[in-house]
T-cell receptor, first 112, second 118 residues
Framework: GENVEQHPSTLSVQEGDSAVIKCTYS??????FPWYKQELGKGPQLIID?????GEKKDQRIAVTLNKTAKHFSLHITETQPEDSAVYFC???????????FGSGTQLTVLP | GAVVSQHPSWVICKSGTSVKIECRSL??????MFWYRQFPKQSLMLMAT?????????EQGVEKDKFLINHASLTLSTLTVTSAHPEDSSFYIC??????????????FGPGTRLTVT
């Protein structure tokens, strides 16, 4: 099955700085890579996703890059704000069932 | 759009009793619903996948007789934890997907249900 590794597990940045979270996946057949933000006591919220036929996608302060050859993808948050503080999960999906396999999560703290 | 609700948001039950959690898609028809379990400071682990009108498919290691899943309509799925024990205490999250138009990867997550078994 698919295995998704995520790093770092915790990340602290100063407000205004950039944050980068990285994930690697094991199954070369995976073709959908979403990122979720989860606030304490709430369900995950999709913030951005990328398909395997695209190398980069951007939405305002958030961007995701995908390197299929190396089987890794990254989340980039620029101009971080305190409200960006949360746990971020990457995931990968493949096949007809299109089930998600999640990474272990990154606790991002943006210091004011 | 694409709102998923769960009820209750939190529940406390005594060991040995059963508890039912509801997952509803409010503004779309969910052909597939997923149930996840999340322990504190850990990731989401898929428990089962259910398609409307069909039996759920459980992940390896998940007891189907303990975690009963019903997906009787396109807007409602239920998870019943039978004979709950303290080790079942966790955050249970559902998600829903609609493929009435075309296959899709996108899942919409509910807010989660915190189960505490005493």
């Amino acid at each position: 099955g698919e295995n998704v590794e995520q790093h770092p597990s915790t990340l602290s940045v100063q407000e205004g700085d950039s944050a980068v979270i990285k994930c690697t996946y094991s199954d070369s057949a995976s073709n959908y890579f979403p990122w979720y933000k989860q606030e304490l006591g709430k369900g995950p919220q999709l913030i951005i996703d990328i398909r395997s036929n695209v190398g980069e996608k951007k939405d305002q302060r958030i961007a995701v890059t995908l390197n299929k050859t190396a089987k890794h993808f990254s989340l980039h948050i620029t101009e971080t704000q305190p409200e960006d503080s949360a746990v971020y999960f990457c995931a990968a999906a493949r096949g007809s069932a299109r089930q998600l396999t999640f990474g272990s999560g990154t606790q991002l703290t943006v210091l004011p | 759009g694409a709102v998923v609700s769960q009820h209750p948001s939190w529940v406390i039950c005594k060991s040995g009793t059963s508890v039912k959690i509801e997952c509803r898609s409010l503004d779309f028809q969910a052909t597939t619903m997923f149930w996840y379990r999340q322990f504190p400071k850990q990731s989401l682990m898929l428990m089962a996948t259910s398609n409307e009108g069909s039996k759920a498919t459980y992940e390896q290691g998940v007891e189907k007789d303990k975690f009963l899943i019903n997906h009787a309509s396109l807007t409602l799925s239920t998870l019943t934890v039978t004979s709950a024990h303290p080790e079942d205490s966790s955050f249970y999250i559902c998600s829903a997907r609609s493929e009435l138009q075309a296959p899709t990867y996108e899942q919409y997550f509910g807010p989660g249900t915190r189960l505490t078994v005493t």
